[in-house]
């Protein structure tokens, strides 16, 4: 009771009169506060949708969407201060200093109106006009004036100037379908409203309240004049000098509104899909010029493709070290010649990878050690089970350097040397790479992986190259390999040998280093390229969306000479320098890229991956012993008794030597013409001549399958033997059966029956050879 008390004993202190002006006062503001809550959010939620709009990283506009209701109204923003100056001139001189209602603005129009009997003057604030623009322009009627004004109130209690005028601004209709300062500014001046000229913003000034005075014509006259006297009204308040204002007025009118930019469709695209917070604005890491280059060359080249049948293409450039997106095409044909297509976004879609994947094996077998830089590697007609892959040129090598079968992506030593590494090991190697599209099993690709049998997608791919060339420029990388071993890859796909085409567009782009590789998908559906520099990494993509193949899609007609073009309008670039810290010297053998063996005739000194540990032996070079002439091959026996004629007691000449199995260098020694055939043994010679021919197709312990031909009749197989001396003749057996005898080539063709079989060679010299292998039923 005593607190009770207490507040009686204190309000009869206070008077009557006061308590209820206390009262009155306090409601008055509790429904204020109310309101503010209240009328205001309600509000805003009426405006209407956004356009979408991508920035480059100057906060250029480099790609907007007009809004769902069919205009271009960006997200409210910033007010310049030009702009904001002129506009406040124009429209409320006394917006800094009212309440949302200027009476004496509205005392004026009141007389005015009622001289002219009608509304001539509407006596609103900025704060009035942008209710009304938020309420979507009702009719002008005095109650609605009065509302507009109560609400004004409110909003000027509740917002800050500054966020005022920016609703203002955003709202404002500048004519069609223009609404808002930052389409206007860029539709009709073609640049961001903090670039506004004091002449271009006074124009944008006068606009709001007559918007049809913008098309050019008639009205130009009455749109000048009011611009200019807005001009000498800025002036006459010193907000402008006279040498603005002189200048301002010598600017000509806005002329043809510019179109709204779309130069970055598919990236906007991606940015609006996983935007999580319904983002409209998006300043990204784009480069306008850059942006702008990719798009007009890839229109360009695709163009002349899509009179071959293939419609698509897109390209995508990074800065390398960042891996920011530089520029950003997803497709071709924005002019409206792909309708169905265009929407594709081939720079995220799943597609093969092509020869993409090669430099990753390379690299990860010169860490491993099982491969040295130039260490030959085989190219020979291969199986392995059904699976019979090409290289796509009808021509074997043999044995050829691995850097040059990397540049040339021959197939078959790709196919080979992932057999070797193992499938499981190189998914692995490309995950850590930063591909995600490999979710299937090592069992599941199979070696066909190597080839574009996985799919990935072109941004990973393009980060994956760059990532390489951070590793080998020793920057923070997440590339699985060493600084070394990366280094030697990207050293080798700048440099090394190109098939005649390609070497036409290295030396067209002589002036720059670039590491690059070319692959296209089986079938022709995918012709890519990706090039790397320290600073650059652009990656192209030809084909048609559809994945419809086309014979002319060869990568090295398409993707590469667009990959070419981008980098010819890109700046200077660099090159890093060898880590020599990273890498150790190795002695090889000059033939075969092997580290030197104790046979090897002669060697050089080369760097290799410092990870990598013990490169294996030339398997290749051993000792051979001739006659002291040369001329023949021959033991020691062979040189003594009767039968050694002039021979006869002479010591054999020893001599280290490069000699391969007859099965490689019987391809090898037509495409590698220093090599030197050794000279058959002489005559008489009776030793074993175990190597003098072997059998290079079929391979023991395999499955094929032989295709039935076109008319159903079983098909055939071409087995193949090669021999050391032209002199040999081969005697061919299956299952028992004679087949016949070959000299010079040596190809049999048989159609075997389905099960398993023995094949027997016999040769002149009476050494026997045997293959075991199986044929499948189809
Ligand atoms: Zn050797």
Known sequence: MKVFDLIKNR??????????????????????????????????????????????????????????????????????????????????????????????????????????????????????????????????TYPQKIREA?????????????????????????????????????????????????????????????????????????????????????????????????????????????????????????????????????????DYTM?????????????????????????????????????????????????????????QAKRSSGSL?????????????????????????????????????????????????????????????????????????????GFTTFTRSADDYGLPLILGGGEITMQEGARAYANLMNKACGYNSISPFSRGSAWLTIETLATGIRPDDEANWQSYMNSKKIAWKTGTSNGNRDAWAIGVTPQYTVAVWVGNASGKGNPDLKSVSTSAPIMFDIFSTLPQTTWPDMPQEELLPQLVCAHSGYAAGPNCPDTKMIFRSKKAISPKLCPYCTTISFTPDGKYRASAEDLTGQQAGIYNGSLPKIEKHFVLPPYLEYWYKNTNLAYQPLPDFVPWHTASTKDSFSIVFPQSGTNYIIPVELDGSPG??????????????????????FLGLTERVHEMTVAPSPGKHTLTVTDNNGTIQKRFFEILEQ
């Open 11 to 140: 309000l009869c202190k206070i008077s009557r009169k006061k308590a209820v002006l206390l009262i009155i006062i306090s409601s008055l503001l509790f429904f204020l506060l109310l309101c503010t809550l209240i009328i205001p959010p309600s509000l805003l939620k009426k405006s209407p949708g956004y356009s979408y709009a991508l920035y480059d990283t100057n906060g250029l506009l480099l790609g907007a969407r007009v809004a769902s209701d069919e205009q271009w109204r960006f997200e409210p923003s910033q007010v310049p201060v030009k702009f904001k100056k002129a506009i406040i001139t124009y429209e409320d001189k006394r917006f800094n200093y009212h309440l949302g209602v200027d009476l004496f603005s509205i005392a004026r129009a009141i007389n005015q109106n009622a001289k002219s009997n009608r509304i001539v003057s509407g006596g609103s604030t900025i704060t009035m006009q942008t209710i009304r623009l938020l309420y979507g322009n009702p009719k002008r």
């Open 150 to 286: 109560f609400i004004a109130f409110i909003f000027e209690l509740r917002f800050s100037k500054k966020k005022i005028l920016e609703l203002y601004s955003a709202y404002a209709p500048f004519g069609g379908n223009v609404v808002g300062l930052e389409a206007a500014s860029w539709r009709y001046f073609n640049r961001p409203p903090s670039e506004l000229t004091w002449a271009e913003a006074a124009t944008l000034a006068v606009l709001p309240n007559q918007p049809a005075l913008v098309y050019p014509g008639a009205n130009s006259s009455i749109l000048l004049e009011k611009r200019n006297s807005l001009l000498q009204n800025l002036y006459d308040k010193n907000i402008i000098d006279l040498k603005t204002l002189s200048m301002a007025l010598e600017e000509e009118l806005p002329a043809k509104p510019y179109p709204l930019p779309n130069a970055a469709y598919h990236y906007l695209d991606y940015l609006i899909y996983n935007s999580r917070n319904k983002k409209t604005k998006f300043y990204t890491s784009l």
């Open 291 to 347: 942006q702008k280059n990719t798009f007009r060359i890839i229109e360009y080249w695709s163009q002349e493709f899509a009179r071959r049948g293939i419609d698509n293409a897109a390209a995508l450039v990074l800065d390398t070290q960042t891996l920011d997106i530089l520029a950003y095409c997803g497709n071709t044909g924005a002019d409206g010649r792909n309708e169905e297509s265009y929407a594709v976004d081939i720079i």
């Open 357 to 433: 994947l090669k430099p990753f094996l390379y690299a990860a077998m010169l860490d491993s050690g099982e491969l040295l830089p130039d260490q030959l590697v085989i190219d020979i007609p291969t199986r392995i089970g059904s699976y019979k892959p090409d290289n796509n040129i009808p021509k074997y090598s043999g044995l050829v350097p691995a850097s040059e079968a990397l540049t040339r992506s021959l197939n078959i030593p790709a196919i080979r040397e992932l057999q070797i590494f193992g499938l499981n090991r190189f998914l692995d190697i490309l995950k850590k790479s």
């Open 716 to 737: 055939a197989m071409v087995m193949q033997a090669a021999t050391r001396s032209s002199e040999s003749v081969l005697y061919w057996d299956l299952d028992g059966h």
